[in-house]
């Protein structure tokens, strides 16, 4: 018996779709030419190998003071070419929309007077910012990251992460210790060209076109649990990371004054985790007292938008598919998972007596936080629920339970089912959308977890998206 029907033997099926197996735990055809290359591999010694790789490379996550390595699984997901040309046709459709919608909230707010979405959803919203309307340039997502799960009827999206998508250069960081360790199985298309296409991005953004734009990454610095990807994001694009406190205005102009001398910044590409440039009355925050006079005179372009996360706000989401046909007039490509905003009387009336079967979300936490898996939950814990819902409806959505894949993990040295998501990035320059050729798939490190966020202890797979 070759070692990797061994693995399918003794692979246990987890009643959910499993992206390797079949229920018969029979290999699906895109992890054929991989798996039967476990042979000559020790699965243990791989998995500390590729550790020793990221540990050398520097590659960590968290907080300054409670920072640890980034945990890189060494199975790596794999994404066929016609998988990843139908994912890129519905990422660009449904970006596409959400560009559209922030023009359009920002403007003449064509949505809500058609009655396609609530007027009153913009109620106590706190990343609707009506003061981004009066910058000199336009409120814009130019980076999205949305997470995408997968069941037995294909992928849907979980959220559009508009305001500071995180993981491209984990993602990268995964390709280089995770590849060199499978000499066999198919190859993935290359990784590194998704830089050199933001990095055109950003330049791009600059205002007037100026061909010598500056650019820098905004960052909280060492304290920031991304510090790891804002220096390698600086490095392989060739521009600084600055803390608020090392910028000033002159002359209309933010500088930095990190030299001697100050330097312009054209484009400040925010990293940070102030995503607001008002607090609620619009009063600004310190950043946004900061920056307001330059981005108003559109000699300063911030990405993603100061703005935009009212296109991440967990009650609009709930609308996409229509927000698809209202300014497309298309079909979404990618589905949603059904949803309700609890804010509409007649939705919150629906989920109140199904809550069991439903996942509760805030609608503006980040990470799976304060998240309540309805299937899951304790009696104590859906009581709890249902009082915040009755007390304050407009807070939250309800999402149906959608069984999250699993996937091949390396755990000691055999392979069990760890449940996973998927997060590609998608570029948006001079009105078109780009889907970059790398994505970063995660997993919830505990048997049987739906939450896979780095913030709530999970890992990371490299992930292959084949050529043709």
């Known amino acids: 018996m070759t070692a990797a029907q061994a693995a399918s033997a003794s692979y246990p099926v987890s009643g959910f779709f499993d992206e390797a197996f079949s229920p018969q735990t029979e290999l699906r055809p895109a992890y054929r030419e991989l798996l039967e290359g476990l042979d000559p591999l020790d699965l243990a010694r791989v998995q500390g190998q590729v550790q020793t790789r990221l540990r050398e490379d520097g590659v960590e996550f968290g907080p300054e003071g409670m920072r640890s390595a980034f945990v890189v699984d060494a199975v790596p997901r794999i994404i066929t070419a016609e998988e990843w040309r139908l994912l890129a046709a519905g990422l660009s459709q449904r970006v596409r929309a959400l560009q559209l919608f922030l023009a359009d909230i920002y403007s003449r707010q064509e949505i809500l007077a058609s009655g396609v979405m609530r007027r009153s959803i913009l109620d106590g919203a706190p990343h609707y910012e009506p003061v981004a309307a009066g910058f000199g340039t336009p409120v814009v997502a130019d980076l999205a990251g949305p997470d995408l799960v997968r069941d037995a009827s294909g992928f849907r999206v979980l959220e559009d992460n508009l305001r500071f998508p995180s993981g491209p250069t984990f993602a990268l960081a995964a390709r280089r210790a995770v590849a060199e360790q499978w000499p066999a199985g198919p190859r993935p298309v290359p990784a590194e060209g998704a830089f050199d296409l933001l990095g055109e991005m950003l330049r791009?953004?600059?205002?007037?076109?100026?061909?010598?734009?500056?650019?820098?990454?905004?960052?909280?610095?060492?304290?920031?649990?991304?510090?790891?990807?804002?220096?390698s994001l600086a490095s392989r694009l060739g521009i600084e990371v600055v803390t608020a406190e090392q910028l000033e205005v002159s002359r209309g102009e933010l500088v930095t004054r990190t030299d001697l001398e100050p330097r312009r910044i054209d484009v400040l590409y925010n990293r940070s985790n102030t995503d607001r440039i008002t607090r609620s009355g619009n009063d600004l925050t310190p950043l946004g007292e900061l920056l307001i006079e330059p981005l108003r005179s559109g000699k300063l372009v911030c990405v993603n938008s100061f703005g935009t996360g009212i296109a991440d706000d967990k009650a609009v989401h709930c609308y996409t598919g229509a927000m698809i046909r209202f300014y497309l007039g298309e079909e979404p490509l990618l589905d949603t998972p059904d949803s309700l905003d609890l804010g509409d009387p007649e939705q919150a009336d629906q989920a109140m007596g199904q809550l069991d079967r439903l996942v509760i979300k805030p609608r503006w936490a980040l990470g799976g936080q304060d998240i309540v898996?309805?299937?899951?939950?304790?009696?104590?814990?859906?009581?709890?629920?249902?009082?915040?819902?009755?007390?304050?409806?407009?807070?939250?959505?309800?999402?149906?339970?959608?069984?999250?894949?699993?996937?091949?993990?390396?755990?000691?040295?055999?392979?069990?089912?760890?449940?996973?998501?998927?997060?590609?990035?998608?570029?948006?320059?001079?009105?078109?959308?780009?889907?970059?050729?790398?994505?970063?798939?995660r997993f919830a490190r505990a048997a049987g977890n739906l939450v896979v966020s780095s913030t709530q202890g999970g890992g990371a797979k490299d992930t292959w998206i084949l050529a043709d």
């Open 373 to 441: 898996i309805g299937p899951k939950a304790s009696a104590k814990e859906l009581e709890r629920a249902r009082q915040a819902v009755r007390s304050n409806p407009g807070r939250y959505v309800a999402q149906e339970m959608i069984g999250l894949s699993t996937h091949p993990t390396l755990i000691g040295d055999r392979l069990e089912p760890r449940h996973i998501d998927l997060r590609p990035y998608v570029i948006t320059s001079e009105g078109e959308q780009t889907v970059l050729p790398l994505a970063l798939t």
């Open 204 to 231: 791009g953004r600059a205002p007037d076109g100026r061909a010598d734009a500056a650019v820098a990454i905004l960052s909280e610095g060492p304290d920031s649990a991304a510090w790891f990807e804002h220096q």
